[in-house]
């Protein structure tokens, strides 16, 4: 090969496999070829390298120092996909036979592959690429969303604006997958006596691991069906119920058809519940069980993880709507009408009942799991109904706390820092409480100095980021001007970014205006704010407290000092983790299952101020960040947010602000340095996916695929 064509393979090679996504030092070789055409490609290398001619592309080639950064990136990916001696290859030998089956409705991994809408998929995602650096096999199966979840504009009036964007297929990582005599799959999954989907099957590479993802736009689909996997969380119930059924039962076709020899299922999420009766079909036809051994079997092995208490997170079909789409999968089962609905039932032979995808998700799996020690609780209580003989207490669910992918959430600046002085290791030895302890010799002038330039960059990003949408909005010259001048880099920062959901309570700071303009504008001790996140589509009640802040923005003593980010997406939050000083998180409590973002912060070296419910009911411990309200709940929703509002207040007040602007004589504030010391030591090593994932691999995967009584036959 000629130098031109292996410095494009190599490239190629480079972009089709995601685990670019979280090497820093890779996605900057890529940024470096063409810093604005790799912004403008929303950082997509496939899709930038598209656009180059081949003369730029050989023009690249000459440049001996990228040739050699391009070689040397090449090399790495080699040496990591071949790499033998893994954390699994040790701890986890079993699953090598058997990968992991793991399905998800959404998929968070980069900016650039847009299948996700939040916390949800991005913790699949961070799943995802921790399964591969620990070399845990592991195939996950989603849905191919051609456009996406939305992107969020925000008009002049504080209206969110819903645009649906269609990504090419040859603009993203993707490529047919395979069935082992090399033929593309395309599976079917019936949904009536007269009616079945089409969908052909994508493979994306995920460092050592692989992601399927179907998707119904094809040939031989009506135009409605053809539109079915379009778009993520959009449509009615009865869409819900055809993609569920496509990511569930095709999502098993998809696994077979590619020789795919299956170990544990793992349902992130009851989307994806009609996975384990498609399993048990199949294992009926291949071993000649009945159904009730074969959903036994089916149980043993599989692992559900339920990541909400809010009510309306978990879907329930109509008997009607059940009844027309679910047919031919009961046929196929040999059950009664009654009897299968009764899967996804509280009370099975209640006729009118829903059929409920968390019931049945329950009902079929033998591991079951809460994302933190208190959502466990709660999730025993919500639903002992299921277990009328058990004490709440016995109530078999129990708890694995999130985490983050550390590579992936971590300033490169703050990467360097640990390896200076946590050792060159650090990244291997993430769950280790005892590698930690080192950052309290860390030099506070050299912590707080890396701090304050990644808040530089975040109040640059800020800027850049709002004249853009001022312009984009109509907004005058002079206002998108001013964006230059946004924020002051040496005044305290709080961000917040989420969905909208209402229970966020995105706008709770606002709930005394007169008090959080005081805030804001004391002269010598001023707070900033940055929001971001959107509402969905649907969901008015959000869209309005988005328009809440919108306006409150709008008052003359707030400019310049509080400012909305448009299209929170994984790009967006890896800018304000990475520069806050303070993230701050209010739920109604008990209703945020975990909260990931918070954990996104802390090696990141902001504080956490939040209610104390999800992960920082378990981490807080008094001196490693700050607490809103007390930890309990009050039956009043009116009365918890008074409460809680009086909390915050409070909290930003009399502790945040003196101690943020309590400086040294090197202008250097050491109590605050001391806590973020104390919230790395003391929370970095808990709240990583390392550590999620070896939990699920020793509590649920090993056990999972130990306890296959009758292994499939191959
Ligand atoms: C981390 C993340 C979330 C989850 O945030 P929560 O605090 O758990 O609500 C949502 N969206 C994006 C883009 C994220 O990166």
């Keep these: 090969m000629n130098t031109v064509d292996k410095f494009n393979s190599h490239l190629v090679a480079l972009s089709r496999n995601l685990w ?161 005599a090399g033929r593309p799959i395309v599976v079917e999954v019936p949904i009536s006596s007269s009616e079945t989907l089409l969908a052909q099957v994508w493979e994306i590479r995920v460092g050592r691991n692989q992601l399927l993802l179907l998707d119904t736009d094809v040939d031989g689909n009506t135009d409605e069906n053809r539109q079915l996997s379009a778009r993520l969380y959009f449509g009615d119930q009865r869409i819900r119920i055809r993609q569920e059924l496509l990511l569930g039962v095709g999502g098993i076709r998809a696994l077979h058809a590619a020789g795919i020899h299956w170990g544990g299922l793992h349902l992130n999420e009851g989307h994806s519940a009609f996975a384990t009766l498609e399993y048990t079909r199949l294992r009926m036809e291949l071993t000649g069980a009945d159904f009730a051994s074969a959903a036994q079997d089916v149980a043993q092995s599989t692992v559900f993880t339920t990541h909400t208490p809010v009510d309306a997170g978990h879907d329930r079909f109509s008997p009607e709507l059940a009844d027309g789409h679910l047919g031919p999968l009961r046929q196929s089962l040999g059950l009664s009408q009654q009897d299968f609905m009764g899967l996804g039932r509280i009370r099975p032979h209640d006729g009118h009942e829903s059929l409920c995808m968390t019931v049945l998700a329950f009902k079929m799996s033998r591991y079951a799991n809460g994302v933190s020690a208190l959502h466990g609780r709660v999730t025993r209580k919500s639903w002992q109904v299921l277990w009328p003989h058990h004490r709440e207490d016995e109530v078999p669910v129990g708890h694995i706390t999130n985490g983050v992918h550390v590579r992936t959430w971590l300033a490169s600046a703050m990467q360097r820092l640990y390896t200076r002085h946590i050792g060159p290791d650090w990244r291997t030895r993430l769950s280790d409480p005892e590698s930690w302890v080192r950052i309290e010799d860390v030099h506070d002038g050299e912590l707080w100095e890396t701090h304050r330039v990644l808040k530089a960059d975040l109040v640059h990003f800020v800027r850049r980021k709002v004249g853009e949408q001022r312009q984009n909005n109509g907004y005058s010259d002079e206002d998108v001007k001013a964006a230059r001048a946004l924020l002051d880099p040496d005044a305290l920062i709080i961000g917040f970014a989420r969905r909208f959901a209402t229970y966020k309570r995105a706008d709770l700071i606002l709930r005394d205006f007169e008090r959080v303009k005081r805030l804001i504008n004391d002269p010598k001790r001023p707070v900033q704010f940055v929001f971001s996140g959107k509402a969905h589509p649907a969901d008015r009640p959000g869209q309005e407290v988005l328009r809440h802040i919108h306006e409150a923005m709008r ?160």
Excluded at 77 to 82: A, F, G, P
Excluded at 675 to 686: A, D, F, H, N, Q
């Design 20 to 180: 670019w996504s979280w090497n820093p030092h890779i996605i900057k070789v890529f940024r470096d070829m063409d810093p604005e055409r790799f912004r403008t490609s929303n950082h997509n290398p496939v899709l930038m390298l598209g656009e180059f001619s081949p003369a730029q592309i050989e023009r690249l080639s000459k440049d001996a120092g990228l040739r050699a950064r391009v070689d040397a990136a090449h090399r790495e990916l080699v040496d990591y996909l071949d790499e033998p001696r893994t954390w699994a290859s040790v701890h986890a030998a079993p699953l090598r036979v058997r990968p992991v089956a793991y399905f998800s409705a959404e998929f968070g991994i980069h900016e650039s592959l847009p299948i996700y809408s939040g916390g949800l998929g991005v913790l699949a995602g961070d799943h995802l690429k921790t399964a591969s650096d620990l070399g845990l096999p592991l195939v996950a199966v989603g849905l191919f969303y051609r456009e996406s979840y939305f992107r969020q504009r925000i008009d002049r009036d504080g209206n969110q604006h819903a645009e649906w964007v269609r990504s090419p297929a040859e603009t993203l990582p993707a490529k047919p997958a395979l069935t082992p």
């Design 555 to 714: 008052a003359p003593e707030l400019r310049d000092r509080v400012v909305f980010i448009e299209n929170y997406d994984i790009n967006v939050g890896r800018h304000l983790v990475q520069g806050v000083d303070v993230w701050l998180n209010n739920p109604r409590r008990p209703q945020e299952a975990s909260g990931t973002s918070g954990q996104k912060v802390l090696l990141n070296g902001g504080l956490n101020c939040s209610v104390l419910d999800g992960w920082w009911a378990e981490a807080y411990d008094g001196l490693n960040g700050f607490a809103i309200g007390d930890g309990t709940s009050h039956v009043n929703v009116e009365e918890q947010d008074r409460r809680d509002a009086a909390s915050l207040y409070n909290v930003i007040e009399n502790e945040i602000v003196p101690l943020y602007y309590d400086r040294d004589e090197h202008d250097v504030p050491r109590g605050w340095v001391a806590r973020m010391k104390r919230t790395i030591r003391t929370l970095g090593w808990r709240f990583n996916t390392d550590r999620m994932v070896i939990d699920y691999t020793r509590e649920c995967y090993l056990p999972a695929a130990g306890a296959q009584t009758s292994a499939m036959p191959k």
